[in-house]
Structures are given as C-alpha cells and as structure tokens.
C-alpha cells in the first residue's frame, strides 16, 4: 500500500514543517524537501516496473529502440522538472520556477525531435505507399 505510505510521509512531512517554519523557516524548507525526496524513492519501485512493462511491450512490437530511450527520458526529464519547478514555487521563487519550467519545455522539444521526425517518415511512407 505505497499510497498509503505517501499519505502518512506527506502529512508527517507537512506538519514537521508548519511547526518548524515558527522557529526556524529554513528548516522547515528542508523538512518539505525532505519529506518530497522520500516519496520520489517510494515510487521508485512503481515507476522501474513500468519501464521494464513499457520496454517489454516496444520489443515485441519491433518498436526502435532508440526511440522508446527517447520516449523514456523525455518522460523522465518532464517529472524532473515539475517536481523541481515545485520545489522551487514552495521556496517563494515564483519567477525561477516559471524558468525551470520553460527550460523543461525546451529540453522536451529538443528530446523529442527524432520522434517526431520518426513519425513523420511513417506517415509519409504510409501515404506513399
């Protein structure tokens, strides 16, 4: 019961840090940060057995294996970034964490170009025939 075990970590996690931000605000921003890395470990489990699902399904579906790496960091780099964006917004930094977010976006589109272009020769192959 992984949620479970999220709910109780980010309650604890949320009340350690309410109580701590009267008496000393930068531990209780440790205390948030904390509390979100230990959930990030507890799906870790969750998100390794979806890659090795995912990974499995491609390979019988003679799917390129270039592409499913992109499709998987590309995933990766979207989480990475909402989360730090997150983080960030928690900290009081608005601005910056408008900045990690485009800079997310970029990084994505960049990622994601060879799938695209992949897509774009099928559907061109498929048209032509």
Known sequence: MAVIKIAV???????????????SPET???????????????????AFGVALYVRSFFS?????????KT???????????EFSAGTVRDLGEA?????????GKIAVLSMSLPVIGSLFSLIVRIVNG
């Open 95 to 103: 601005g910056l964490s408008e900045k990690v977010l485009l800079a």
């Open 9 to 23: 970590v980010a309650v604890i996690a949320s009340v350690v840090s309410l109580y701590l931000k009267k008496y």
């Open 28 to 46: 209780a921003t440790l205390a948030a940060i904390a509390g979100g890395l230990i959930i990030i470990f507890l799906i870790a489990d969750y």
């Open 60 to 68: 019988e579906t003679q799917i390129d294996s270039v592409l499913v």
């Open 71 to 81: 499709v998987f960091k590309v995933t990766a780099v979207a989480y990475l970034t």
